[in-house]
């Protein structure tokens, strides 16, 4: 932070948004489509994994129906099908994102994130004006800067 007697140089954050267009949906769209396959990618990976340890430790074991091997195995289930959970509801959550952004209206105005910059204040200014910045977006190219800088 950068001190002298006439002003101050202090971090906010600035509030991003986006205009929806059909090119930002169609961006959205994309980039939400990814990370669904990739988490269906990672389920089937999982899934294998968990088939593979099954057959080694069917194969290393002399009697499958041995306490130690069933409670391995089972142990192996759990583990798998714990991770499966925690992906399928995160895929859930961008499937319920991909729904919200095919819902939204033409050139509404969308909180899209946050950004943190620094900005100059001098004694007389309102610092609750300059913390209170918005960036506005149109298919990536800033429309409107909002706010005091």
């Known amino acids: 932070m950068e001190v002298s007697k006439s002003h101050l140089l202090l971090k906010r954050v600035i509030n991003i948004k986006v205009v929806v267009t059909p090119r930002w949906k169609e961006d959205m769209q994309q980039q939400l489509q990814s990370q669904i396959n990739q988490f269906d990618s990672q389920v089937q990976k999982i899934e294998i994994q968990g088939q593979q340890a099954e057959a080694e430790i069917q194969k290393q074991s002399l009697n ?3 306490p130690m091997v069933v409670q391995q195995l089972n142990n192996i289930r759990v583990q798998v099908n714990q991770k499966k959970s925690e992906l399928l509801e995160k895929k859930n959550q961008i499937l ?3 729904q919200q952004i095919q819902l939204l209206e033409m050139e509404r ?7 943190e910059g620094f900005f100059r204040i ?10 209170q910045v918005e960036i506005l977006l149109r298919d990536g190219v800033v429309e409107e800067i909002r706010g005091d800088l």
């Open 109 to 115: 105005e969308v909180n899209y994130g946050q950004i």
């Open 122 to 131: 001098e004694t007389g200014d309102n610092l609750f004006r300059k913390l």
């Open 64 to 66: 499958p129906a041995e």
């Open 96 to 98: 319920q994102q991909l």
